[in-house]
């Protein structure tokens, strides 16, 4: 039997325990945002971060890192969509440091569902990735 906690920790990070991976914790979480979320995996220099893009279409989204069994949440505000164009500005939260330097990320929504984008940095800062692709 699968059990899920979810709580509030400082700081603005969601602590999630499940008896099971990060990738089911992030799945389990993905599911609980029914069409709006995509299962985003990071791949960075020393390994790859299963995570959670909330992009709903209109209002604030937020990406959910899990990092030494805490998930990170960082703010995406705002979020623009043009038919099935998106476009955001973030600063990606991974572990305890302050994160990564701020990235503008355009992409768009699949005909199967999935997305695809680009991400470059927005002060010439070198950021770990330059695209991603998320499913639903």
């Known amino acids: 039997m699968r059990r899920l906690a979810l709580g509030v920790a400082a700081f603005g990070a969601v602590v999630l325990w499940q008896l099971s991976t990060a990738r089911g914790r992030m799945e389990s979480l993905q599911s609980s945002f029914a069409d ?3 299962l985003v995996d990071l791949v960075r220099p020393r390994q790859t971060i299963p995570s959670v893009l909330y992009l709903p279409s209109s209002g604030e989204g937020a990406w959910y890192v899990p990092t030494f069994g805490i998930i990170f949440v960082s703010p995406i505000k705002p979020i623009q969509w043009t038919g099935r ?7 990606l939260h991974v572990g305890a440091g302050p994160g990564d ?6 992409g768009e929504r699949q005909d199967d569902g999935s ?3 680009s991400v470059e ?6 950021i770990p990735f330059s695209e991603f692709t998320g499913k639903r």
């Open 36 to 38: 709006s979320a995509y």
């Open 101 to 106: 330097p701020p990235f503008k990320v355009k």
């Open 121 to 126: 940095p927005i002060d010439n800062k070198s």
């Open 115 to 117: 997305i695809k984008a």
């Open 85 to 91: 164009a998106f476009e955001f500005d973030a600063v």
